[in-house]
């Protein structure tokens, strides 16, 4: 078998992306994996991923690592921290995030990471676990010609679509920006229009099958509607997305637009309806439960 300069590969973060593109990764590499959670290890290791407890045993030897972290406090940790990563890492092995971090927290990672020879290609990603695991994500990369060359085989096996949006570490970042900034209000705004639909008497499910086959309907619509059905049920919906991530999202989109002195009132609408959410308890909830921020009790849906 002809190596690569990506053969070995660990995947730091196990959660709900980072184990289906770990085993994803296992068809044409070998992979390492971490995660503090024990379970997360076991079904990783079920897939065929060797794991460890440890990020700075689990890097050792590898060419690429593929970070997979839930915000920048995280990623500052794992490379940073008592126990982090760049001082085990061997100069030359390509840092891949995938995290929506924000532009300046991934500018100032790449600017500690080169003096110690460690390329950073940022690279954040939209599509799910689902297409995480069937290497259907859409993946925008920012880095230098010769990182991104270091980084292809593994970003590779992982996207339908691969887009060099340019050259920098953070240019991806901001690509992600703009386009949560899309995602946060069609998620919002589809919880708006599915209350309403409740609260007119219409019934649901008929009307979220008609409104996605016409001009309303949206990718988020599609995805999240069926789940925003569910979220009044007992144990809600099948977490996939959390809510949090999107007060997360969100928030970086707020403060890119105030850095350049730009206005976006939806965006900023949208990011108070999750704000509220998550004050509300749902933080660790599917995203999809925006619609219970709307209407916080299941409208009836039969007219008198």
Known sequence: ???????????????????????????????????????????AAEAGVVTFARAADAVAGVDSVLLVVRDGAQLRSVLFGEHGIADALSPGTVVILTSTVGVDTVTATAAELAP?????????????????GEGDLLIVVGGTPQAREAADPVLSRLASTLSVIGDRPGDGQAFKTVNQLLCGVHIAAAGEALALARSLGLDPEATLKTLDAGAAGSFMLGNRGPRMLEAYDEDGAEVLSRLDIFVKDMGI?????RSVGLATPVAAAAEQLYL?????????????????????EKPETARS
């Open 116 to 132: 110690r020879g460690l390329p950073l290609v940022d690279a954040p990603l939209s599509g799910g676990p689902v297409r995480a």
């Open 276 to 296: 509220v959410g998550r004050g509300q308890g749902l933080g660790a909830a599917d995203d999809s439960a925006v619609i219970r921020v709307v209407a916080p």
């Open 1 to 43: 078998m002809t190596t690569t300069p990506a053969s070995t590969v660990a995947v730091i973060g196990l959660g709900a992306m980072g184990l289906p593109m770990a085993t994803r990764l296992t068809g044409t590499m070998k992979v390492h994996g971490c995660d503090l959670s024990a379970e997360r290890r076991d079904l």
């Open 253 to 257: 989109v707020t403060s890119a637009s």
